[in-house]
């Protein structure tokens, strides 16, 4: 009896996945002038084991990174701080090459200005601060080192070419790269545990709630980070449902320049995955 319970929790979950595929499959349809690449990991609890079950559309496809290559980064920067090579107690110094323009306001402030590294690292995900997030790439070591680490991690489609603002595109990344990186670092032991709280809290307060999080219900909670430029636009985290119920989301658009379309689509998309997983 058990185990049949068990097997029909998963075929009930399979259905319902392969439903909910079929429904992105049809909203994407309504925008031909879009490119979307999706990557959606949901979990199922069964008896005696997890199961994962995904949605991969264009998943695995390179896409311009934006402010989503932040994610990345912050977790290369947790992982030398676990390892003792950086500490939390430094001050980075603010450089002329270190100046961007886009989000943030630490470009406000006059080279030579010392700021805190976990001051820094706050502002480079909460508010997706450009020029913060080049104080880090620095004390990383540059762009390639930097690069270098990130290849480390694994993740096979993302790449830093430029410091930020990247406002041609030219970092890149997928929306598998990001869930998997994500999913490690805050379900897993790839940190440590005073790393990956400070991450999930820092991704938790991030101020852009206008993409994934218009689709999400009540009493869920969502450690992300969302990336803008012109042609691009995404958003990608942890859904955390009651009874402590999960799913992995990452939504990429290439758009036509700043077409509004990349927003709504993102936040349709996330309606349906929320409705059908909650």
Known sequence: ??????V???????????????????????????????????????????SQEIININGDSQFAAASLIKIPIAIVLLKKIDSGEISWNETLILKKHH??????FIRTRKAGTKIKLREVFKLMLTISDNTGTNMV???????????????????????????????KGTNKTSPHDLIDILDRALESNFLSNDSRQILKNTLLNVKNKSLINKGLGKYTKFPHKTGTIGICIGDAGIVYLPWNKK????????????????????????SLVYSSLK
């Open 1 to 6: 009896m058990f185990v049949f319970n068990d």
């Open 8 to 50: 029909l929790a998963v075929t009930n979950t399979t259905s319902v996945i392969n439903s909910l595929t079929n429904k992105i499959r049809t909203t994407i349809k309504k925008y031909p002038g879009l490119l979307c690449g999706i990557y959606i990991k949901s979990y199922s609890k069964t008896k005696n084991s997890l």
């Open 99 to 104: 100046y961007a323009q886009g989000a943030g």
């Open 137 to 167: 790439i620095d004390r990383l070591g540059g762009v390639n080192k930097t690069h270098s680490h990130i290849v480390n991690l694994g993740l096979k489609n993302t790449k830093l070419v430029n410091w930020l603002g990247d406002f």
């Open 247 to 270: 799913f992995g989301i990452s939504i990429i658009v290439k758009r036509p320049f700043n077409s509004l379309q990349g927003q709504r689509i993102i936040r349709e998309i996330s």
